[in-house]
Nanobody, 117 residues
Framework: QVQLVESGGGLVQPGGSLRLSCTAS????????VGWYRQAPGEQRELVAL???????NYADSVKGRFTISRDNAENTVSLQMNSLKPEDTAVYYC???????????WGQGTQVTVSS
């Protein structure tokens, strides 16, 4: 059974930073694509950042230059460093992993990020 568990969310003031982490059990991030998505109230879930198994990364235009996705295959974790946070970054953030062998995606339970003064 695959489980993804996020941590690191919380309340932060505009301009502040947070670091989200996601740890997997039952699957290895190595060789697979991992990413972070977010969903604000009343909005659709959207891609924030992707770390493709080739090593390349993609970011939503709204977070480019502020967010950085990274993975540690030895620890089987993926992180999202979020700097210069804005109120519009407020959302539930979800970790996602796509298993290229099983051909299916897995989701974490989500962690709330609130940017407010």
């Amino acid at each position: 059974q695959v489980q993804l568990v996020e941590s690191g969310g919380g309340l932060v003031q505009p301009g502040g930073s947070l670091r989200l982490s996601c740890t997997a059990s039952g699957m290895l991030f190595s060789g697979n694509t991992v990413g972070w998505y977010r969903q604000a109230p009343g909005e659709q879930r959207e891609l924030v950042a992707l770390n493709i198994r080739s090593g390349s990364t993609n970011y939503a235009d709204s977070v480019k230059g502020r967010f950085t996705i990274s993975r540690d295959n030895a620890e089987n974790t993926v992180s999202l460093q979020m700097n210069s946070l804005k109120p519009e970054d407020t959302a539930v953030y979800y970790c996602n992993a796509y298993d290229h062998i099983r051909l299916r995606a897995y989701w974490g339970q989500g962690t709330q990020v609130t940017v407010s003064s």
